[in-house]
């Protein structure tokens, strides 16, 4: 999809810059050179209200920059001096008359309309019904007028060029064209000449972060624009890391003032808002907080989100609303303006481990320690379809870890339970493609991610190692011990090949190729 931007729209954009910027000769040679005018207002409201309370001369002096149909002009100007008549503030009105170009204009195209306003001027009295002939009145007109005018102006958000340029490059740091903390030159765009790089599986530790074994994380994730990487600890708190270094983000007040993001009881699970503004934690209680990820302030608590701990979370496309799961063997939608729970999916027989919007939003995907993956309406809330996992030895349920969309085929999605087998599915709960570890004991899988581009499953069993499978080849290409005790879970950073892995032994590692 290409957009095409009007040139139009540019020198509007230019216009409207200049005129904040108070560069009025500037701004004045520019709508001449280019017979481009702004037509805009501050607020269309304060704009028809200044007419309809005849505020002529806000009115007046806001018209000076736009461009209006003479005709309107004309009826304008035409109000503006009958209610100085009115006044009785003679000698402003004769020279609005005769003086300004709406009145010339009439003088020459309608004269009689002209002379009506002279003979009003001559008069020793007023009266409404000789001003008003066709029976209106001054509000009436005055009414008629701010709506006439009302459609030839519009509002734009104020500093609207600098918004544009502060959204395209939050967009190319979301696209990691931009590295954390890069210094870059608008001008010439030198910082943003990254090539996307090639899928590769992690061989080596880049980094390694020490937490007391008795305050392990339990949860972290990398932000969608590759900026940040957050973790959560048993001990309730939230850190937001430099993952190159290492270490703490000092750049964050909050944190430099050892103000930390902090939840009551252990953090089980994260996710970030698209935008990468908002970070949702989940905690063992079953509360779930919101936070502002550069103030560090919580912007809303659901402190009873689910009756137990809360295993996994995903923010809506519109940032509007929380997909939750919980232990308590529900998945739930909450509102972040209302602060309550808006709906519910019942029908899991067990815990309920992850849960993920389906691209669309239309469905959602909830995996459970009850063997089964779920697809529910998002809208209704009913349970549109049940797919059975793989595997278990005693024919017993297996213990679903997770589920995951395939980045580059909407229509796919990875399951990984609790057996020695990853599993591609469609839609439809059929088996497109398995992975295994090709271990008979102490194998089985306790957590997965997927690379950026879906080139690539990881899998960490309760052997402490790595798996990384290739989806182009279907095989097994790298194994990697990554900790020494059992792997609690995996995160991936969103354009870098950067894996992260945290574990009880208190250690939270990144590892690269």
């Known amino acids: 999809m290409s957009i095409e931007i009007e040139s139009a729209d540019v020198v509007r954009l230019i216009?409207?810059?200049?005129?904040?910027?108070?560069?009025?000769?500037?701004?004045?040679v520019l709508q001449e050179e280019t017979s481009i005018s702004l037509n805009t207002v501050d607020s269309q409201d304060a704009f028809t209200a200044d007419i309809n309370n005849g505020h002529w001369d806000t009115v007046l002096k806001a018209i000076q920059t736009l461009k209006l149909p003479d005709k309107k002009l004309i009826d304008l100007y035409e109000q503006v001096v009958i209610e100085l008549i009115e006044l009785r503030e003679l000698?402003?009105?004769?020279?609005?008359?005769?003086?300004?170009?709406?009145?010339?204009?009439?003088?020459?195209?309608?004269?009689?309309?002209?002379?009506?306003?002279?003979?009003?001027?001559?008069r020793s009295?007023?009266?409404?019904?000789?001003?008003?002939?066709?029976?209106?009145?001054?509000?009436?007109?005055?009414?008629?007028?701010?709506?006439s005018l009302a459609g030839e102006v519009?509002?734009?958000?104020?500093?609207?060029?600098?918004?544009?340029?502060?959204?395209?490059?939050?967009?190319?740091?979301h696209q990691g064209l931009l590295p954390p903390g890069t210094q870059i030159d608008l001008f010439r765009g030198k910082a943003a000449m990254r090539e996307q790089e090639d899928e590769k599986f992690p061989t080596q530790l880049s980094r390694q972060i020490k937490f007391g074994a008795k305050s392990h994380i339990e949860s972290a994730a990398f932000s969608p624009d590759g900026q940040y990487l957050v973790s959560g600890s048993v001990d309730g708190f939230i850190e937001v890391w430099n993952f190159t270094t290492g270490k703490i983000r000092k750049d964050l007040k909050y944190q430099a003032a050892e103000n930390f993001m902090l939840m009551e009881e252990a953090v089980l699970c994260m996710t970030f808002s698209r935008d990468s503004e908002m970070l949702a934690t989940g905690s063992e209680g079953g509360q779930i907080f919101v936070w502002k990820i550069a103030t560090g302030q919580c912007l809303r608590k659901f402190e009873k989100a689910h009756s137990k701990g809360v295993t996994s979370l995903q923010f809506s496309k519109d940032?509007?609303?929380?997909?939750?799961?919980?232990?308590?063997?529900?998945?739930?939608?909450?509102?972040?303006?209302?602060?309550?729970?808006?709906?519910?999916?019942r029908g899991h027989s067990s815990y309920v481990n992850c849960v993920t919007f389906t691209p669309d939003g239309h469905q959602v995907l909830s995996a459970s320690s009850d063997g089964t993956v779920k697809v529910w309406n998002t809208k209704t809330t009913e349970?549109?379809?049940?797919?059975?996992?793989?595997?278990?030895?005693?024919?017993?349920?297996?213990?679903?870890?997770?589920?995951?969309?395939?980045?580059?085929?909407?229509?796919?999605m990875v399951v990984c339970n609790r057996t020695n087998t990853v599993v591609i599915m469609n839609m439809q709960g059929?088996?497109?493609?398995?992975?295994?570890?090709?271990?008979?004991?102490?194998?089985?899988?306790?957590?997965?991610?997927?690379?950026?581009?879906?080139?690539?499953?990881?899998?960490?069993?309760?052997?402490?190692?790595?798996?990384?499978?290739?989806?182009?080849?279907?095989?097994?290409?790298?194994?990697?011990?990554?900790?020494?005790?059992?792997?609690?879970?995996?995160?991936q950073h969103p354009h870098q090949n950067l894996l992260g892995t945290y574990s009880e032994d208190g250690l939270?590692?990144?590892w690269k190729p």
């Open 508 to 510: 939270l590692r990144i």
């Open 154 to 173: 519009s509002v734009v958000p104020p500093s609207r060029l600098l918004a544009l340029l502060g959204q395209a490059l939050k967009w190319q740091q």
């Open 15 to 28: 216009q409207q810059y200049l005129k904040e910027s108070n560069l009025s000769r500037t701004l004045a």
């Open 125 to 147: 009295y007023f009266d409404p019904r000789e001003a008003y002939p066709d029976g209106s009145t001054k509000e009436r007109r005055r009414a008629w007028i701010a709506q």
């Open 383 to 412: 349970c549109q379809n049940t797919f059975k996992s793989l595997g278990g030895a005693a024919g017993g349920d297996v213990h679903i870890n997770s589920v995951h969309i395939m980045p580059r085929n909407m229509d796919q």
């Open 319 to 345: 940032n509007s609303q929380l997909l939750s799961a919980s232990f308590d063997m529900t998945v739930r939608i909450q509102g972040l303006k209302s602060g309550k729970t808006l709906k519910e999916f």
């Open 91 to 122: 000698g402003a009105a004769r020279s609005l008359l005769r003086q300004t170009d709406p009145m010339i204009v009439m003088k020459q195209a309608e004269p009689e309309r002209y002379l009506h306003l002279e003979n009003l001027l001559a």
């Open 430 to 491: 059929q088996i497109v493609r398995s992975f295994s570890s090709g271990k008979r004991e102490g194998g089985d899988f306790i957590c997965c991610c997927l690379s950026p581009r879906g080139e690539w499953i990881y899998c960490v069993g309760e052997d402490f190692i790595l798996y990384c499978f290739s989806t182009a080849t279907g095989k097994l290409e790298r194994t990697l011990n990554v900790h020494e005790k059992d792997v609690i879970g995996l995160t």
